[in-house]
């Protein structure tokens, strides 16, 4: 008896009992919260933290040689680079504001002009332009803004991985810098922008030919005009390493690198690491996969088909792709020869570089801290929060501060001392666009583009479509126009 009366009266039972006093509202409530703990954590919400600030949002970290004469010149000029950057609120996330990018990013509408460019080696890329004259209406501008203005700067823009001119960031990118002023140019990579793949090679991160051979093309044109570089995710890659490569021999005058992966090998391990890197692996892995499918031709003779349709993961796409076409032996390997951060400490051009700490994509560890403070050409703005390429802000996320960021860091480039080709920029940006960027000249080699996919076979019908890569070197003005002159006659 005396057993059992200690049994019946034991701790567990008791605590067993008072359990089932409590309501099931009250374990449902309970359970909410801790799964609402576990989902703030695992998608980086930050709406606490941005509370407690007051919703200011944290401010810009820069890094940089304490000698810079861009920074004294150029970015102490900048007031986006001295504030704070504050999130959407209802963006508190990376992923909400990576994923609100992709699906909800709302692109400004507008038609490009495009250029076809003969890359020499049977290539061809497209180069969508965009003037202030395409998306302003004409009442809205100024006389003097109409009328063409021989030192309008140019802006090269380099989208990521199988991105192109149609990509959302890179149409609120072109849209706000043309509206500003600037004289915008997409270029896009082999095979995407609606163009086939006409050589037995694709671009790959590591490929800089393509670049170079813009903008030798760009510069042969207008060779006294500013001519800047603005790169995003592996875009920002080939072009930090191409400005590495080309070192004191570079013919741009500025470049921006937004949301670099500077390491490709620390990122892929990166994205493999959790549940939510995995899937941005598996979103560009599928992108990658959409690619190839478009150009399955070309993949099936020169790839593994069988391993690219079974890959899941980028790495696997690189394995049976891009390591086979671009002759790398691994898939490491690879990832080594092709990032940019071995080739930063050679770049001679002023370079911004801005980064989001909390890039879901673009791992932190791979950010060059020490080697911008060695360079005097390179400022590192970090940022606390921003996503990869996202960086919405106001309550209504309409605006994308890296866009207005970049922007101001150029004019004010533009309008500085460092400038060699010129020391003054247009007024207030009104830039004119150039007699080659007409609709109506026959000859300027431009075609309307309203849709993102372009028949081959009609190429050769269109006046003056092809336009070959002509390095500013090799040819001067007269060259120039001799040339353009005798294949606008072979049309006829």
């Not at 072109?174 to 995407?192: D, I």
């Not at 760009?218 to 070192?247: C, H, W």
Request: net charge negative; hydrophobic share 40%.
């Amino acid at each position: 008896m005396e057993m059992m009366s200690s049994f019946a009266d034991s701790p567990y039972e008791l605590l067993l009992t008072a359990l089932s006093l409590i309501p099931i509202t009250h374990y449902l409530i309970g359970i909410a919260l801790v799964l609402s703990v576990m989902l703030y954590d695992l998608l980086e919400f930050h709406i606490v933290q941005d509370l407690m600030s007051g919703f200011r949002g944290q401010p810009v970290d820069l890094t940089f040689n304490s000698c810079s004469q861009l920074y004294q010149e150029v970015v102490s000029k900048c007031s986006l680079l001295h504030g704070r950057y504050m999130s959407t609120p209802w963006l508190s996330s990376p992923h909400l504001q990576t994923t609100f990018l992709r699906f909800f990013g709302r692109p400004p509408v507008f038609n490009y002009r495009r250029e076809i460019l003969d890359t020499g080696d049977g290539g061809i890329v497209a180069l969508d332009w965009l003037a202030q004259s395409d998306v302003m209406e004409k009442e809205d501008m100024g006389d003097d803004e109409v009328h063409q203005d021989a030192n309008t700067p140019v802006v090269i823009v380099i989208p990521g991985l199988t991105s192109d001119s149609d990509s959302v960031y890179i149409k609120h990118l072109t849209f706000y810098m043309a509206k500003r002023g600037w004289n915008v140019v997409v270029s896009n990579h082999r095979g995407l922008g609606g163009v086939p793949l006409t050589s037995d090679f694709f671009y790959n991160g590591g490929w800089t030919e393509d670049l170079r051979k813009v903008v030798q093309h760009i510069r042969s044109q207008s060779p006294e005009v500013p001519l800047f570089v603005v790169g995003t995710s592996l875009g920002a890659n080939m072009m930090v390493k191409y400005l590495g490569e080309d070192g004191d021999d570079i013919l741009i005058d500025g470049a921006a690198a937004v949301c670099c992966p500077w390491d490709l090998l620390l990122c892929d391990r990166f994205i493999g690491r959790n549940a939510v890197q995995r899937f941005y692996d598996k979103a560009l892995g599928a992108g990658l996969k959409r690619y190839a499918k478009k150009h399955q031709d070309f993949f099936t003779r020169l790839s593994d088909w069988d391993g690219i349709e079974k890959a899941r993961r980028v790495r696997e796409f690189d394995t049976s792709g891009t390591c086979r076409v671009g002759k790398f032996d691994t898939a490491d390997i690879y990832y080594r020869e092709s990032s940019c951060v071995g080739y930063v400490g050679r770049i001679k051009v002023p370079l911004l570089c801005i980064s989001a700490l909390d890039d879901p994509v673009c791992t932190k560890e791979a950010l060059i801290w020490d080697e911008c403070r060695v360079n005097k050409n390179i400022i590192l703005a970090t940022t606390q929060h921003g996503g990869h390429l996202g960086y919405f802000d106001g309550i209504d996320a309409k605006g994308v501060w890296w866009v207005r960021a970049v922007d101001e860091f150029l004019t004010v480039l533009g309008s500085s001392k460092l400038i060699k080709r010129q020391n003054k920029m247009p007024n207030s940006l009104l830039v004119r666009p150039q007699k080659s960027l007409t609709d109506k000249d026959s000859y300027a080699g431009f075609v309307k583009k309203t849709d993102n996919q372009i028949d081959l076979d009609t190429l050769p019908k269109m006046p003056k479509i092809f336009v070959e890569a002509q390095g500013s070197d090799t040819h001067s003005r007269i060259d120039s126009i001799i040339f353009f002159l005798r294949r606008f006659m072979d049309q006829f």
